[in-house]
């Protein structure tokens, strides 16, 4: 009894204090990305706040002697490009619950990592998925978060603290956690910035002295089989959608993709795309170049720097007809069929990581080193302790 007196009070003080953001709690999920976007309301207007002295001169609120330079850079940053909503975000919401069901090994260099902490470590779960880390290490406190609202539900449903926030602008008060982790998150985010700018806040987050494990999916795939399932992104499909400046600007679609309630399955994979007739010419065009692909081999696609993929889910015939939200997704472009298979075939967007690229990442962050680095599963991995 005293020690449930204990975790409840430790409970109650993560909700109350955790957060550098106000958050708001339905249930037992936490949602900050209203919150956030208040936030983006408020910086973008805050050229009109201003104090009036005695003699009615106006004094520009601190806040706005920030450089245009530098706030455009980070709101550019945490910007959201549109092949992350749509291959990302739109994905894993539809297909959380079959995702899900698939979601249940730990990868041993993970678990190792959470056995090792001390106890009574707050671990922070950047990217969590349906949280199967969560609680892995029952003598730590652990919180997670997800874009994927869906995802989260599972989580809290579980039983466990979470809350649905971007990796890119983390909802935590600086110095938090003991430790964090991000599996096989970055590899979804589709810039080079977007990316470290995710790890620099999951350094951010942890106390001086705290560990982060990263993993990211690698080129230097063990099964090369699978390089031939995917969907290489052309250049000129990357540029349309990331870069140089910021993605084209789309209607959104009629109807929204929706989960389908989990049962009881073991897993298979995924595939596709976006509403607008531009957009469905250009994954023709992939589509076609990708059929041309096929008689050349994986060390070819390699040669050619290739890292920017789609890779394919595929939700089974009788799980994607509940509530139509995959009809509503075919109808949109956002996913295909496949009766070979019986599947509705959705697309995940990737950047796969190539061999020391990861570190060159951290190299740029002054207040953190790498402690350890590894392969593993296929992905790169590294340990980085935070030394300011």
Avoid at 180 to 189: F, G, Y
Avoid at 305 to 328: D, I, K, M, T
């Amino acid at each position: 009894m005293f020690c449930n007196v204990l975790r409840a009070s430790r409970s109650f003080y993560l909700s109350s204090k955790a957060f550098h953001l106000p958050t708001v709690i339905i249930g037992s999920v936490s949602y900050s990305g209203i919150f956030s976007t208040m936030r983006e309301v408020k910086v973008k207007g805050v050229s009109s706040s201003c104090t009036l002295d005695s003699n009615g001169e106006s004094h520009i609120l601190q806040s706005e002697l920030a450089s245009d330079s530098q706030r455009n850079s980070s709101l550019n940053v945490q910007f959201t490009p549109e092949i992350e909503k749509k291959y990302v975000h739109h994905v894993y919401d539809a297909i959380a619950p079959h995702f899900s069901s698939t979601r249940f090994a730990k990868w041993p260099k993970v678990a190792n990592f959470l056995s090792s902490l001390p106890s009574g470590s707050l671990v922070l779960d950047a990217g969590c998925g349906n949280g199967k880390y969560l609680g892995f290490n029952p003598d730590c406190f652990f919180i997670g978060c997800d874009i994927s609202a869906p995802l989260i539900k599972i989580c809290a449903d579980r039983g466990h603290e979470v809350l649905v926030a971007d990796a890119v602008d983390l909802p935590y008060r600086t110095g938090f956690g003991d430790a964090a982790i991000s599996i096989a998150v970055l590899h979804h985010l589709s810039t080079e910035g977007r990316r470290k700018k995710a790890i620099e806040e999951l350094i951010r987050v942890v106390k001086k002295g705290g560990l982060v494990l990263i993993t990211v999916w690698a080129v230097e795939q063990e099964d090369k089989s699978l390089l031939a399932k995917w969907t290489p992104l052309t250049q000129k499909y990357g540029e349309e959608w990331i870069g140089p400046g910021s993605p084209r600007v789309r209607s959104p679609s009629s109807c929204t993709l929706e989960s389908i309630p989990e049962t009881e399955e073991n897993g298979f994979g995924e595939r596709k795309q976006d509403s607008g007739q531009s957009s469905m010419q250009s994954l023709q065009e992939i589509t076609s170049q990708t059929e041309s692909y096929s008689g050349a081999s994986t060390d070819v696609k390699n040669a050619n720097n290739q890292q920017e993929y789609f890779v394919p889910w595929h939700l089974p015939y009788h799980r994607a007809e509940v509530s139509g939200a995959s009809a509503c997704a075919l109808a949109n472009g956002l996913a295909k069929k496949d009766d070979k298979k019986g599947a509705v075939v959705y697309n995940r967007y990737y950047h796969v990581f190539s061999e020391g690229e990861l570190e060159r990442l951290v190299a740029g962050i002054d207040n953190a080193v790498i402690v350890d680095r590894f392969f593993d599963k296929s992905n790169w991995c590294v340990v980085l302790e935070k030394k300011l």
